[in-house]
């Protein structure tokens, strides 16, 4: 029901009339700006003073160095002004001292991010099978562990025999449908592991064996040095089934060249 008795021209209004109609029309000011601002996007660029973790979930409280573009020399400049409240509803990874664009949402209160790269710098931290998954060290651009750390799937070698070794430097994508990581780029084979090994055998090796475990005492050729010094030989068969190439005593030394991951083929030895 309405409150207010309408008035002729010429008819005298109450003090209180007067006021009960300026509060109304307050409340309603106060009610369109309100709806302005859920209405009405603002946004901020700015720099990240800290790191957002993709463990952190939608809310988090990481300042931001506002930004202003600066007419006379024609660069953006931190204007001195900070906002509170940045946050990444994607649960992706952003790092400090990058640049982003912001907008703010009345409704939660929070900067949110736009969204911003889905791609960065990593290494290994587990080995990872062929298209299985493992923890990967996200690195800054300044080649600098961030400390954070995301579980990605190695997408690009799923139909291959190999594995991605721990320390390896690696490309991620964060994928934004499923919100998972995948593994995009790798080293080449070319490029990956010394090809051949000077190894000790780490037990006597007969004709009848196939296998044997193994020590590495030096790596040459193209490439980095295997991580791990404990591999696996495989010994070379002959024309006789059943019937291996090489022999010898536990801690006789042979060389031998790459196959894949730890195992190594036996080429050369001593003579037994």
Known sequence: MNKFKRVKPGEPITASAWNAALDALEKLHGRIRSLEADLIPKFLYGILEDDISPDAGNVTDVQISRLSWDKTNEVWIDNGLDADFATDALNSVALSDERHLFRYDAGSGRNMLMPHTAIHLAKTIDTIPQGGSGKCDIYRGDETDSSLNVTAKDWLMADSD??????????????????????IGIPSKGSSIKPFVRCTVDNALTTSEATNAATITHQWGPGTDN????ITVHNLLTSTGGVY??????????????????????VNGECP
């Open 162 to 183: 190999d594995e991605i070794s721990p320390d390896t430097n690696v490309i991620v994508y964060h994928q934004r449908d499923t919100r998972d990581w995948r593994i």
């Open 227 to 230: 991580t791990s010094t404990a």
């Open 245 to 266: 190439l090489f022999e010898g005593d536990s801690g006789d030394a042979f060389l031998a060249v790459h196959d894949k991951n730890q195992d190594y083929i036996l």
